[in-house]
């Protein structure tokens, strides 16, 4: 076994102890960013049943990443939104259970797929996957063809059909601003977990509903708050391996 | 006034009407520059519109000069050999108005080198800006050196003959390319299947063709130059035939689509069908195809010369809006989130739109002019 080997199994294994340690998964890091292989978020559906009218984990994001709001459907920009359960699993539809659950609103973000259809597409590499699996953007090498907005199945992308800063509420300086013109969507806050810190969804979501795991540090419901809870993640019938986790 | 003064004059008023549908489109791209792709009617849902809708279908046009070129160069039919030219300098236009298209629809335009400068080639995107502009190069080059040698007299060059050849299987593969763009996104369940490139082809070979002899009939009438009885009923036949094959391939998808009852692919289809104003458009094409079918089948009309050239122009628009409305934007519709989002385009990306157009058919008018001169000339 060769030194790097070494590090990194030991890296797993401390985080697998992280985890095992934890009694709930919500609100926390459970890794240090340096060792992990593949980012995830957990959301707990449970939670916004119980809270319709929250939007918390939106309004962060639209602070802290500098979203414009245009006030008009057809040029909106959005990172992280909610949307009616029943229009975000309608190809799964449950016409006979739980009543309310079709019309509660869930937040919707890019699923940072495992095999994103937006990166084999874009023909300029302005979108890629990080080895931690978040898709990322590059706004300076977009030419804005939005062949990737076309590809992804679940709306996740955004394009700045006009210039986006004079409608930014107010600006943030520690995140850039884009320009009309370019693709953009969820980084899943990579800057924020460079700096050890949780995305500005999960850290808003005062009931703790929201939480961001390393799946390569063992299975998902090895987390004992969901351990005997049902898992489910959008249109997994695609084989795009989305990495954001509804727990019913 | 000699009917060569009048034909002069015709001719100086059609190019100052493409001149002026030039200036307008230029000037509202120029607005479109300034103030991002909003001034249009896409949006977040429905994300491409009428300019890729442009683009797919004259695409088509361009990839359907091989319908002259095969039966020329390969099987040595002669009664082509007066358009075979004009096929070709359609294809170069076409490509030429297909890469403004997507041009125009870049929200970065000037990045575009990126595309040569970050080469990505699990992209389709990439691969259909190597096709088509190789087409276009492999076309200008065909074309050019065969109007040379008959303006010499002189056969055309030898080797000419592997450019001439290339170009047969590659006039296939700019269609094949555009249809992959579209037929290989799980995303979009209405463009996902195999059928769509055969369709693409099928579609194209019978608007391209239909293109070309509405031009022949505008030559014949304007310059004198008669392309032939013969070749003239050839064109009208492969667009018959390919017409018809398009017809069979939308109601082989219909049945896939509505058999099997996955609601995915019924949704598409039953907004495409059933909800207005989608529907009105698509109908209209429908009704344009099937008459047109049957009038250039039915034995008592089909030698009509008012009847093919009717039944072109309704082809033309019949395939046009298939290609548009009937499959760019409702695939956009419902959204991944089960939306309905509309769209229709605004005036000044229609006249963005009608200014390819014109700057096309200027070239056109150029090469065609360039070209009846040399064939007039030696007869």
Known sequence: MDRRKFIKITGITLAGVTLGMGDSLFGKVYASPQNVKRWAMVIDIGVCLKNPECRDCVDACVLTHNIPDFNNRK???????????????????????????PSIPIPVLCNHCENPPCVKVCPTKATWKREDGIVMMDYHRCIGCRYCMAACPYGARSFNWREPRPYIKKINPDYPTRTKGVVEKCSLCEERIALNKLPACVEACKHKGMALVDTSAGRLDSYPSIKDRHIIARKTHLGTKPRVYYVL | MDKTQQEGRSLWVWLCLLLILILSGFSCYLIQLREGLSITGMGRDVSWGLYIANFTFLVGVAASAVMVVLPYYIHNYKAFGKITVLGEFLAVSAVLMAILFVFVDLGEPSRVLNIILHPSPRSLLFW????????????????WQTLKAEEHSEPTPKWLKPFVLISIPWAVSIHTVTAFIYSGLGARPFWLTALLAPRFLASAFASGPAMLLLLCMIIKRTTGFDAGRQAI?????????????????????????????????????????????????????????WLSAFFLLYSGTRKNEWVFMGASIAIIISIWIEKGVGFVVTGFIPSPLNELPSYSPTIPEILISIGIYALGFLFLTIFYRFSIKIKIKKG
């Open chain 1, 75 to 101: 040029d909106e920009v959005k990172w992280i939104w909610k949307a009616r359960y029943g229009d975000v699993f309608h190809d799964s539809a449950l016409e006979l259970t739980k009543e309310r659950l």
């Open chain 2, 128 to 143: 259909d800006v190597f096709v088509l502009s190789g087409y276009l190069i492999l076309n200008l080059l065909v074309a």
């Open chain 2, 233 to 289: 009923e050839k064109l009208v036949q492969i667009m018959t035939y390919a017409l018809i094959i398009n017809i069979f391939f939308f109601l082989v998808e219909l049945f896939t689509v509505f058999y099997s009852a996955i609601p995915e692919h019924t949704e598409h289809f039953r907004i495409m069908l059933k909800e207005p104003p989608y529907a009105v458009y698509i109908w209209f094409s429908l009704i344009l195809s």
